[in-house]
């Protein structure tokens, strides 16, 4: 499975971005899907992740209620909007698809791993 991230950049304070993942290689709807980031000098952290059908998500809480992970299975693709950003969300942004079909927060449970999308918030 191959996963590339696309739609960062850089935003100001208090703005959106959408970022999405797209799968290709085989089918990823039967997997829960993740989004991590690791900013400069820190570990990789959990942001979001979303059940093989979508119906369960979960979320860090550090950008609950501001982050919104989304999929189109039949595409292969996920999103992550992100709202009311701030700069402490600078990071990279990685996407990554699960060894099962439910939502989890525990990155040894994700087989594979996307390069990253720089986001950049400025204050």
């Known amino acids: 499975v191959q996963l590339v991230e696309s739609g960062g950049g850089l935003v100001q304070a208090g703005g959106s971005l959408r970022l999405s993942c797209a799968a290709s290689?085989?089918?990823?709807?039967?997997?829960?899907m993740g989004w991590f980031r690791q900013a400069p000098g820190k570990e990789r952290d959990f942001v979001a992740t979303?059940?093989?059908?979508?119906?369960?998500?979960y979320y860090a809480d550090s950008v609950k209620g501001r982050f919104t992970v989304s999929r189109d299975n039949a595409k292969n693709l996920v999103y992550l909007h992100m709202s009311s950003l701030k700069p402490e969300d600078t990071a990279v942004y990685y996407c990554?698809?699960?060894?099962?079909?439910?939502?989890?927060?525990?990155?040894?449970?994700?087989?594979?791993w996307g390069q990253g999308t720089q986001v950049t918030v400025s204050s």
């Open positions: 290689g085989r089918t990823v709807s039967s997997y829960a």
């Open positions: 990554a698809v699960a060894r099962i079909s439910y939502s989890t927060i525990v990155s040894r449970d994700y087989a594979y």
């Open positions: 979303i059940s093989w059908s979508g119906g369960n998500t």
